[in-house]
């Protein structure tokens, strides 16, 4: 029998919310709107990122590490709110290591919540993926899919600039325009009875009015933040033993392993407000 970790904190804690970078931030904003009783804590490995293009064993020795820290920080817990850790870690840390750490916390992912719900949405049985070439790669949504919706056809297409629009404020450029059309239009080509797209990337809900405005009519955008909360929220009515260990004062606190400055200005881009972060080392 493994021994239970003691050295963990057991008091109620906050929700511990991980991201390589800044887009788990709008993961974040849907939960603190659907939860908003709860208490939150954001790491963001921005020091670090992005995790996309690194290998399975990096970003899952880096989740590890940011994992294990919002457990000590007294999270029981934690969200991946990154696409690449969900794809490349998440099964890992789940199966290898949390019967190690603390058999009652858990780690929970933004994948299988989003593919949960595309079956009920998709009339074609055709759905699109669009996401960064790490998560692409991966396969993960075609995996997934494949599991729970067999009778689905998945199509996916990289969109390698759309994190640097984002990230350099570029959201509502031109170029934005230019890039944000020629991968609707690639990903349309590939497959035109697509009636139903992923958006792959947490970053990618600072792009979706321009998404909206190129994307055939008809078809439906699937944005993970608010399915990501309504799946949490739903988890938790189920499982009220986790519920119980979860602290209420509405607040949120934010660390990085980067920059605090860079940090607290786009965050704030992503949030709508501003905040104020601490460094973190792992």
């Known amino acids: 029998m493994i021994a239970h970790n003691t050295s963990l904190p057991s008091q109620p804690g906050p929700i511990g919310v991980f991201d390589s970078g800044y ?8 939960l603190q709107e659907a939860l908003p009783q709860c208490d939150y804590l954001y790491l963001g490995d921005n020091a670090r990122a992005p995790y996309g293009p690194r290998s399975f064993d990096l970003v899952y020795e880096f989740t590890l590490q940011a994992v294990r820290r919002l457990f000590e920080r007294g999270c029981h817990l934690v969200i991946l709110a990154c696409n ?5 870690a998440l099964r890992s840390i789940q ?7 603390d058999p009652d ?4 992912g933004v994948i299988r919540p989003t593919v949960e719900a595309v079956g009920s949405i998709t009339r074609s049985g055709h759905v699109g993926i669009l996401g960064t070439v790490g998560t692409v790669t991966s396969q993960s949504y075609d995996i997934e899919i494949a599991h729970l919706h067999p009778h689905i056809k998945v199509s996916s297409h990289a969109c390698p600039m759309w994190v640097p629009l984002v990230e350099c404020c570029e959201a509502d450029s031109d170029g934005a325009n230019y890039f944000v059309a020629k991968d609707l239009s690639t990903l349309m080509q590939s497959d035109p009875l697509i009636d139903t797209i992923i958006l792959g990337c947490t970053h ?3 792009l979706l009015p321009k998404i909206a405005k190129y994307a055939p009519e008809g078809v439906t955008l699937l944005s993970q933040g608010h399915i990501v909360a309504d799946s949490l929220a ?10 119980a260990r979860l602290s209420r004062g509405g607040s949120s606190q934010y660390l990085t392993t980067d920059d605090t400055a860079k940090f607290n200005d786009l965050a ?3 949030l ?3 905040v104020s972060s601490q460094h973190e080392v792992l």
């Open 84 to 88: 690449t850790a969900s794809a490349k």
């Open 272 to 274: 709508g407000h501003s």
């Open 23 to 30: 887009g788990g931030l709008t993961v974040l904003k849907s």
């Open 105 to 108: 916390r858990r780690v929970l």
């Open 95 to 101: 199966q290898r290591d949390l019967p190690g750490i």
């Open 204 to 206: 990618y809900p600072l």
């Open 234 to 243: 739903d988890y938790l009515h189920r499982h009220p033993e986790m519920e």
């Open 268 to 270: 704030t881009l992503f």
